[in-house]
């Protein structure tokens, strides 16, 4: 498989009045044409400023320390505005967490569609556009699924629910037929039937256009259904990186386990839930060692004073922690075979 | 256990669009809530979840219907008002965003000692800031952040002190609208964990609303499940999830996320219509 994106070493940094927040630190990862890499993690560990930073839209007081963004085989990391510009839409697009601040609420739903199209396709403001465009609307509409397209073509924003306002979203970012769609928590603000829907659909436009997908999430439990690979991030650095079937069957890093012992699912017939003890550190000083020590219930001396490297554990799998080293004590880890025997009842 | 608290009749709620349409939110919904116990309301978005629990606080009027807290029927505004005080002190709600539900620009201690100011509650712990200490403490957080402004904390840090504002008049009945929606799993499971702490504690009546069933399994000691404003099911957890009745149930039963990727791609699932069924 080829890759489509990569990213190397990248470091980003909010300057800020209180110091310097070290918001993503060092990572590396390559997305493969054709799949979905999902990238979770706690609130605050860098997901969204990884995905803004690739579409190069954070704020001016950001700045990309170090690292290179290559998308294609080209380089993208000092691209100007104008040359970013053009790769936004038909290169990568993005889905944003919630779909009632990112369409206008005055503009009908079909114009929001139409205005996508027309600039992705020239026909901005050129005359006569105006019936290929919204050929082009019905279209997208139809693939994200929308029923009668031409009557909702004039709805607004307020008359849809929010699984069609994500929907009308997802068609804006289908416009220009991106290779890259990066999906910042497509699906936090939904309800669980509507939540898998929408995670089917992307599934299926992912399959139909042959696109790769960044799947922001929160939640390990949601993304099990689509994810092709799954990179867990924490305190902007990414622990643990490994196929679907790898990181949820043979986890090995203690955040990966903390995150899926937290799960519902793993806590049933006990009479309390698992919570990771403690709060993510800051970033403005990180801390020296791993960042997760003073929450890891195995940590080892070690991880108070040295930053772990990623060890290698199969060709795709790898995990940042001293744990893989040689000489440390072998764990058994908590969730192993638990997955297997959850919930057979559904 | 055995005491009823609360006792909903054929609450009906319409929202007028306007002079001939209007919209039924919540539908002929009966149930009780026993003393001590923890009710779980599930359902989709617009499922009339979050209306139903309006009408119960006295937020909103509903259209038709009684609902009798202690045999007091709270919607018929004579009875409200000889009663008011001790409705208004014995019921509380949590919110689903703590963003918009608390005060920005209010101290934490403001917030959790507001409810004691406007009742004249006669603080047994002396002061109220002593008063919001000990609730602050009794949610799992220290006293350093009494001073602190809402900004300054994260959004489980929030939700907590908003769930110590509601427990600082020492309720009855608790309703909490989507506590944990807007919060990451692993704060979701400590909040899940504080509520069944707290109940244990308190024996409070709970009234848990969500759409995240796996988190209602864990908690609830009974679950309805509302779809297009009506009450579809009502069972005890267990019977209710292994044993679903309603095919809307069973639907949303498919629809919880297993943590098991090669299972969760070959399982089929379910979308209910209820024009068709």
Redesign the interface.
């Known amino acids: 498989m080829k890759d489509l994106l990569e990213v190397r070493n990248l470091s980003i940094s909010f300057d800020t009045r209180r110091g310097e927040i070290q918001a993503v630190r060092d990572v590396s990862f390559n997305l493969h044409s054709g799949e979905i890499l999902a990238l979770v993690g706690?609130?605050?560990c860098g997901k969204s400023v990884l995905c803004k930073s690739i579409m190069k839209l954070l704020h001016g007081n950001s700045r990309i320390k170090s690292g290179n963004i290559i998308v294609d085989g080209e380089d993208i990391t000092g691209y100007c505005e104008r040359d970013m510009q053009k790769l936004r839409g038909n290169v990568f697009s993005m889905i944003f967490q919630d779909p009632m601040t990112v369409l206008n609420p005055t503009i009908t739903v079909g114009k929001q569609i139409g205005e996508a199209v027309s600039i992705q396709t020239g026909l901005y403001g050129k005359r006569r556009a105006s019936v290929k465009v919204h050929e082009r609307v019905i279209e997208l509409m139809k693939q994200v699924k929308i029923d009668h397209p031409e009557e909702r073509y004039f709805s607004y924003p307020h008359e849809l629910?929010?699984g069609m306002r994500q929907r009308i979203v997802m068609a804006i970012a289908l416009a220009g037929n991106p290779k890259i769609l990066l999906a910042d928590e497509p699906t936090?603000a939904?309800?669980?039937?509507?939540?898998?829907?929408i995670l089917?659909l992307l599934k299926e436009i992912q399959k139909n256009n042959k696109m790769s997908v960044i799947l922001v999430s929160?939640?390990?439990?949601?993304v099990?259904?689509v994810?092709d690979r799954v990179a867990v991030m924490y305190a902007g650095k990414i622990v643990e990186i490994g196929t679907?079937?790898e990181v949820?069957y043979d986890p090995r890093h203690p955040y990966t386990w903390?995150?899926?012992r937290?799960?519902?699912?793993?806590?049933?017939g006990r009479d309390?839930?698992?919570?990771?003890p403690g709060?993510p550190p800051t970033l403005i000083n990180p801390p020296m060692g791993d960042a997760f020590a003073c929450r890891n219930e195995y940590a080892l001396e070690i991880d108070y004073k040295e930053m772990p490297p990623m060890f290698r554990i199969t060709d795709t799998h790898y995990a940042a922690t001293w744990l893989l080293h040689e000489q440390a004590p072998k764990i058994v880890s908590p969730v192993g075979g638990m997955?297997?025997d959850?919930?057979n009842?559904? | 256990m055995s005491e009823i608290l609360i006792d909903v009749q054929n609450v009906t709620h319409h929202f007028k669009l306007n002079r001939k349409t209007a919209i039924c939110a919540v539908d002929q919904v009966s149930f009780q809530i026993k003393k001590g116990e923890i009710l779980g309301l599930v359902g989709e978005s617009g499922a009339g979840k979050s209306t139903l629990a309006r009408c119960i606080m006295n937020l909103y009027q509903p259209t038709a219907g009684r609902i009798l807290y202690k045999g007091i029927d709270t919607c018929d505004r004579r009875q409200f008002k000889e009663h008011k005080k001790m409705l208004q002190t014995k019921r509380q709600l949590i919110f689903q965003d703590s963003t918009s539900s608390i005060n920005q620009r209010m101290k934490a201690v403001d917030i959790i000692a507001e409810p004691l100011r406007i009742n004249h509650v006669h603080t047994p712990r002396g002061s109220a800031r002593a008063e919001a200490e000990f609730q602050l403490h009794y949610v799992g957080m220290d006293a350093g952040c009494l001073d602190k402004y809402p900004p300054e904390l994260s959004g489980g840090e929030r939700q907590r002190i908003a769930i110590a504002r509601a427990l600082s008049m020492e309720p009855e009945l608790l309703v909490a609208d989507e506590p944990i929606a807007s919060l990451d799993v692993s704060i979701q499971a400590q909040i899940i964990n504080l509520f069944k702490h707290l109940q244990k504690e308190h024996g409070f009546t709970f009234l848990f609303i969500s759409h995240d069933l796996a988190m209602v399994e864990y908690l609830c000691d009974r679950v309805g499940v509302m779809y297009q404003g009506r009450l579809v099911e009502l069972a005890p957890t267990r019977d209710l999830f292994s044993n679903p009745q309603h095919p809307y149930t069973r639907t949303l039963l498919s629809a919880i996320p297993l943590p098991d990727p090669k299972r969760e791609r070959n399982r089929r699932k379910g979308v209910y219509d209820a024009q068709k069924s």
Not at chain 1, 218 to 222: E, F, K, R, Y
Not at chain 1, 262 to 268: D, G, Q, R, T, Y
Not at chain 1, 272 to 276: G, H, K, R, S
């Open positions: 706690e609130s605050g629910s929010g936090t939904l309800d669980v039937t509507i939540q898998s829907q089917e929160h939640d390990l439990g949601a099990a259904s994810a679907a079937e949820y903390g995150l899926l937290s799960l519902p699912a793993f806590s049933k309390e839930l698992y919570t990771i709060m997955v297997s959850v919930r009842s559904y």
